[in-house]
């Protein structure tokens, strides 16, 4: 293990959030490339890619997604500027101002703009030296110093804490800009940043923060260790919903696990938790994790039965009855569809869509089963006959043209089967 020396904030983001990432999708970039000849700059595109939707972006400084960035062109006595409106901050000079990169600039300087009293103009100013690297370094370190334990120390101090954590004065450099003279280290061993605040002149550390993070090997156990619950759900929800074609099952399970932990510690409500349990189930099912979908399943139906909610739990059910069709659990599977379809025939006999979908699902499961042709066009005609109770609703049109295709391949197979049995 080593120490890291003057970590540009980007890989700082990196080690902060363990490789964890949940940004912009690639195609917003190049659909305002094509249709604006936006063309962002690379650091900052990295940036939006990578940690648009954490915390880290939530902050004083904010920017926005791609569809949000403006080009501004202003005539200056020294010629033609070229602004890049790229976000917001708070707190710096007034209550809030525009946030823009002056693409001129060899270092990617940044401008603040201030809208006037009466609300209708920017005017764009210098920010005294601060760059887009630079702003992003103090977004990184207030991130850092608000999530973590920090520890300040200076004078005579520094030295010792620094051969502590075996780091070389000589090789800490101030950097950031003129105006901002900090630099970020990591220790590798034990899993904690280094920032060094230097004097106004950019001579001599004039303070050390030590933000002491996980040991390595505590970082390796608990990889979302600087990660907020806000931003597990959204790492989850980009993953296994956003990504549902190509999702990775192993890794929403590791975030899903992680939420399920920490809600159980702060004791949230039961129901929150059975929904998060059958989260984990649903994960499990996919990696053919089984028996331990099972169990996760099953602790969520206790939760779901002692409730009183009906919806909640006949929508449990439907879930059981695919879950067993998918395992070849044929008589378990059986069993959920009738208590199911019970459920919703006692207490929303008029839900035509929902009672229409049961029937569906099973004679989808069964169908790609190989089942019994005549039982799936059975099942399929069911269906039908719930959603022509409510032809207008978009749902019920949507899922007869379904049907009608799902009862069509069953009859399909029926005339091939009776022809093979004749022959």
């Keep these: 293990m080593a120490v890291l020396y003057n970590i540009e904030p980007l890989k700082a983001m990196e080690l902060y959030y363990d490789g964890e990432q949940n940004g912009v999708w690639n195609g917003d970039f190049i659909k305002n490339k094509k249709q604006s000849g936006l063309e962002i700059p690379s650091p900052l595109r990295e940036f939006l890619e990578k940690y648009a939707y954490l915390d880290i972006n939530k902050g004083q400084v904010k920017f926005f997604h791609p569809d949000g960035i403006r080009m501004i062109h202003l005539s200056t006595d020294v010629g033609e500027v070229h602004i890049m409106a790229v976000g917001k901050a708070e707190g710096v000079g007034a209550d809030e101002m525009f946030v823009g990169i002056d693409l001129g600039t060899r270092d990617l300087d940044i401008a603040f703009g201030e809208i006037d009293d009466e609300k209708r103009m920017i005017h764009w100013g210098p920010s005294d030296g601060i760059t887009l690297a630079g702003l992003m370094r103090v977004m990184f370190v207030s991130t850092l ?68 993070r996980k040991t390595f090997e505590q970082r390796k156990a608990e990889r979302f260790a600087s990660v907020s619950l806000d931003e597990l759900n959204s790492l989850f929800e980009t993953e296994f919903y956003g990504n549902a074609q190509h999702c990775d099952f192993s890794h929403s399970l590791d975030i899903q696990l992680e939420i399920v932990c920490r809600l159980e510690q702060a004791v949230a409500d039961k129901l929150e938790l059975a929904d998060r349990y059958k989260l984990v189930g649903r994960c499990l ?105 409510d032809p207008h609703d978009s749902g019920c049109k949507y899922e007869t043209a379904r049907v009608q295709q799902l009862r069509g391949k069953a009859k399909r197979r029926k005339k091939e089967l009776l022809k093979n049995a004749g022959q």
């Excluded at 920090?150 to 090789?171: M, N, T, W, Y």
């Excluded at 989808?364 to 066009?377: H, K, N, S, T, Y």
């Design 145 to 212: 110093f608000k999530s973590s334990d920090k520890f300040l120390f200076q004078d005579a101090e520094i030295d010792a804490v620094l051969k502590k954590h075996g780091a070389e004065r000589s090789c800490i450099m101030p950097s950031g800009g003129s105006t901002q003279h900090t630099s970020i280290n990591f220790d590798e061993e034990n899993g904690a940043f280094l920032v060094a605040e230097y004097d106004e002149q950019g001579e001599d550390i004039a303070f050390l923060h030590v933000v002491t």
């Design 285 to 389: 099912w996919s990696l053919n994790r089984l028996d331990e979908a099972a169990e996760w399943y099953d602790k969520a139906g206790k939760i779901i039965k002692g409730s009183g909610d009906l919806d909640r739990l006949a929508k449990f059910y439907g879930t059981m009855a695919s879950f067993y069709a998918d395992t070849d659990q044929r008589e378990k599977s059986d069993e959920m569809f009738e208590a199911e379809l019970a459920l919703r025939l006692e207490h929303s006999p008029d839900n035509a869509y929902d009672i229409g979908m049961i029937y569906r699902d099973k004679a989808q499961a069964l169908e790609d089963a190989g089942g019994d042709p005549d039982r799936v066009i059975e099942l399929c005609e069911k269906a039908l006959e719930q959603f022509q109770k």
